[in-house]
């Protein structure tokens, strides 16, 4: 009898599930299924059986699935005694209950099941997983086995809607001694998100599945995802990472949130990340280092775009094109004197419209709405809330630009004092 074509398979329905010869007779039951991994990753290796005398493992192609909904030996000499098989992921010992990151729904969440596949006649490998579930069905079927008649769990089951991350998105790296997987959800694909959702996962994570994704992470991506999260996490992702890959990383954050994760360390190791910075990168941070943590100037960034007080729509789009900070976090240009005195600001929206040749100075709002350095972050919050603005200059003494506190600062501000 050969195998049904692609018909679908839960691991919790086939653990269990008697194992005999051709003859009939009881070989043993299926304790587990071995995948490989590699190149033939999520392809089944072999399966495990409990007998008489032990644990053995059959070859997956020494195997059919029978009417009865049992499984048969292909041939009398296909088990062996299992042997530690380090390239092998174990699925019910190694996946199952196991956290790993759903791409899709930017979250992390905890394996209930697997679904394999029987492939039909010809093929190379009789059997392959084909995702993991990880929602109710999964965990119905568990809790039920043995309480209900096998077919009678299936239906019920199916009840269920269907939350599975296809195998493709699970791609195991290696399995250490202790038996723990570890698991990569194709790294490309997490630098693609967003990084609030990055940092959410990142603190479902434990320990050590936290600091293999963080670590995967390129400095830009990881700088934006370490802005998101909170100062104990981010020491927390600091920890095993040297000074140099701390500089570079921070080098990449923005300057106003680079400073308040320096200023949570230790002073030996923030000078010490200070020494591996970029001279530019450091000198902005120290700036910032100096401010009372409360004011403006606290939780200003110095990334903004500016340009001379006679410039036009032209002059604005190329100091765009040269800007190096985030290109989201724009929402004005300032127009700045030879002093760096603050003339006039104009909402990105309006310079969008313009036409290239305009000037400025004349699509300016009237009037410039500006903070003190030292004005504190209660007083900062009334004056976003009463103006309804998304960004506010800093100026000092002698009303020199020296920065922008941008709407999400003040909203964490506000938060944090819930």
């Given at each position: 009898m050969?195998p049904?074509?692609?018909a679908?398979?839960s691991?919790t329905a086939l653990l269990g ?5 051709a003859q ?15 190149p033939?990753?999520?392809?089944v290796?072999g ?10 493992i059959?070859?997956?192609q020494?195997?059919?699935e029978?009417?009865?909904g ?6 009398a000499g296909?088990?062996?005694p299992?042997q530690d098989q380090?390239n ?18 930017r ?6 099941d697997v679904?394999?596949?029987w ?5 190379a490998?009789l059997l392959?997983?084909?995702e993991v579930?990880?929602g109710?069905r999964?965990a119905?079927?568990?809790i039920f ?5 096998r077919?009678?769990l ?8 269907a939350?599975?991350?296809?195998w493709q998105?699970v791609?195991v790296?290696e ?6 997987v570890k698991l990569?959800i194709e790294?490309?694909r997490?630098?693609?998100?967003h990084p ?8 479902d994570?434990a ?7 963080f ?7 990881a700088a934006?995802t370490?802005?998101?999260v909170?100062?104990?996490l981010?020491k927390?992702?600091l920890?095993k ?10 080098e990449?954050?923005?300057p106003?949130?680079?400073?308040d ?5 230790p ?9 591996e910075?970029e ?8 700036e910032l280092?100096?401010?009372?943590e ?7 960034t110095t ?17 765009l094109?040269?800007f ?14 030879d002093?760096?005195?603050l003339?006039?600001?104009i909402?990105?929206a309006?310079?969008?419209m313009?036409?290239?040749e305009?000037r400025?100075?004349?699509?300016a ?12 972050q209660?007083?900062?919050a009334?004056v976003?809330d009463?103006y309804n ?6 100026v000092?003494?002698?009303g020199r630009?020296v920065g922008e506190?941008q709407a999400?600062?003040?909203?964490s ?6």
């Amino acid at each position: 009898m050969q195998p049904r074509t692609t018909a679908r398979v839960s691991l919790t329905a086939l653990l269990g599930t008697p194992v005999t010869d051709a003859q009939g007779h009881l070989r043993g039951r299926l304790q587990d299924v071995a995948v490989a991994t590699g190149p033939d990753a999520g392809k089944v290796a072999g399966l495990v059986l409990k007998t008489r005398a032990g644990l053995s493992i059959v070859p997956s192609q020494e195997v059919m699935e029978t009417p009865a909904g049992t499984l048969e030996l292909r041939s009398a000499g296909a088990l062996v005694p299992l042997q530690d098989q380090g390239n092998y992921l174990y699925l019910r010992q190694d996946l199952v209950d196991r956290q790993i990151i759903d791409i899709h729904g930017r979250k992390v969440v905890r394996v209930n099941d697997v679904e394999l596949e029987w492939l039909g006649k010809g093929a190379a490998h009789l059997l392959r997983v084909a995702e993991v579930e990880v929602g109710l069905r999964g965990a119905f079927r568990r809790i039920f086995k043995g309480l209900l008649p096998r077919a009678s769990l299936e239906t019920l089951s199916r009840k269920f809607g269907a939350h599975g991350i296809p195998w493709q998105f699970v791609d195991v790296i290696e399995v250490d001694p202790a038996r723990r997987v570890k698991l990569r959800i194709e790294y490309e694909r997490l630098a693609e998100m967003h990084p609030s959702d990055l940092a959410e996962i990142l603190e479902d994570l434990a320990p050590a599945e936290r600091e293999a994704v963080f670590t995967s992470l390129d400095e830009d991506v990881a700088a934006g995802t370490l802005e998101e999260v909170d100062p104990k996490l981010q020491k927390a992702l600091l920890e095993k990472l040297d000074e140099e890959k701390i500089a570079d990383i921070v080098e990449e954050m923005d300057p106003g949130a680079a400073a308040d994760l320096l200023a949570e360390l230790p002073e030996y190791q923030s000078d010490a990340i200070l020494e591996e910075m970029e001279p530019e990168e450091r000198h902005e941070v120290e700036e910032l280092l100096e401010f009372d943590e409360n004011s403006a100037a606290g939780c200003m960034t110095t990334d903004f775009v500016s340009v001379g007080t006679e410039a036009t729509v032209a002059h604005a789009v190329q100091a765009l094109h040269s800007f190096d900070g985030d290109p989201e976090s724009v929402t004005a240009i300032y127009l700045l004197d030879d002093k760096k005195v603050l003339h006039g600001s104009i909402p990105l929206a309006r310079v969008v419209m313009a036409h290239p040749e305009s000037r400025l100075a004349v699509l300016a709002d009237p009037r410039v709405l500006s903070c003190p350095a030292d004005l504190h972050q209660n007083d900062l919050a009334e004056v976003f809330d009463k103006y309804n603005l998304h960004a506010l200059p800093v100026v000092d003494t002698l009303g020199r630009m020296v920065g922008e506190v941008q709407a999400d600062h003040v909203i964490s501000f506000l938060r944090e004092k819930l």
